[in-house]
C-alpha cells in the first residue's frame, strides 16, 4: 500500500484538491492521508459549498485536523510515497520554504523535505512578487517540486473539469506511484 498526504491550503482551487482526492482515492493500491488548512476548509466552503470538507474527507483513510501535530505524518518513521499540496497558498509556501512547521500540513511538508521524499506544491496566486518567487526558489533548492495550477491550453478543454482533471491527473503522475499516467499523454500531434 501507497501512502500518499494530500495538504489543502486556502489558495483558489479547491475544485483541484477534490479531484486529486477522487483520482488517489479510485487507485486500488494507495491510501490517502488528508490535511486541511484552516484557510484550505474555507476556499473549499466558499468555491464548492457547505459540504465539501466532509467529501473531500470520504476520500481519504485518515483525515487530521491541521493542528495536530502529534499524528503519524508529523513524523518522518512513518514512510509515505510523497505529498502533493494542491492548492499551495503563498502562505504556507513561505512557511514551508523557511522550514517553520507551524501546523500539521506545513510539518507534513517540511518532513517530506527532510526525509528527500517526493513534495509537490500547486503553488496558486498572481500575479507573484519577488518574496513568493525566492520562496519557490528555496523550496526547488531543496527538493520540492512548483507544480502551478494552470490550464493546458493545447489540450483543448472543452470544460472547466476538463482543466481541472488534467491538472490533478498531471500532480499525481508526478509521484509515479503506476507505471502508465493518469493524465492523457500527448501523442505529438499538434
Ligand atoms: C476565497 C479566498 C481565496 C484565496 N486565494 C488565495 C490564493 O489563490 N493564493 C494565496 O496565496 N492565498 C489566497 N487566499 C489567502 C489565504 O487563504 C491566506 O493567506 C491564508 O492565511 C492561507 O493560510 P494557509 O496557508 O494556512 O492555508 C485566499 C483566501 C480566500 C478567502
Not at 85 to 113: E, F, K, Q, Y
Not at 125 to 143: A, D, F, I, W, Y
Amino acid at each position: 500500500m501507497k501512502r500518499v498526504v494530500l495538504g489543502v491550503a486556502g489558495a483558489s482551487g479547491a475544485a483541484i484538491a477534490m479531484r486529486i482526492g477522487e483520482l488517489l482515492c479510485g487507485l486500488p493500491d494507495v491510501e490517502l492521508h488528508l490535511v486541511v488548512s484552516e484557510a484550505g476548509k474555507r476556499t473549499l466552503a466558499h468555491e464548492i459549498g457547505p459540504d465539501a470538507l466532509d467529501k473531500l474527507a470520504k476520500f481519504a483513510r485518515h483525515h487530521y485536523p491541521a493542528n495536530d501535530i502529534g499524528v503519524t505524518i508529523a513524523s518522518g518513521s512513518f514512510k509515505t510515497a510523497g505529498m502533493i499540496v494542491a492548492p499551495c497558498s503563498m502562505r504556507s509556501l513561505a512557511a514551508i520554504a523557511t522550514g517553520l512547521s507551524d501546523n500539521l500540513l506545513t510539518r507534513a511538508a517540511d518532513v517530506h523535505l527532510k526525509e528527500r521524499r517526493k513534495l509537490i506544491l500547486l503553488a496558486r496566486e498572481t500575479p507573484l512578487h519577488l518574496g513568493h518567487l525566492r520562496n519557490m526558489v528555496s523550496v526547488t533548492e531543496m527538493g520540492a517540486t512548483i507544480m502551478p495550477p494552470v490550464p493546458a491550453f493545447y489540450r483543448r478543454p472543452k470544460t472547466i473539469a476538463d482543466i481541472v482533471t488534467h491538472i490533478a491527473a498531471r500532480a499525481i503522475d508526478q509521484l509515479d506511484l503506476r507505471q502508465a499516467p493518469l493524465a492523457v499523454e500527448w501523442d505529438g500531434n499538434a
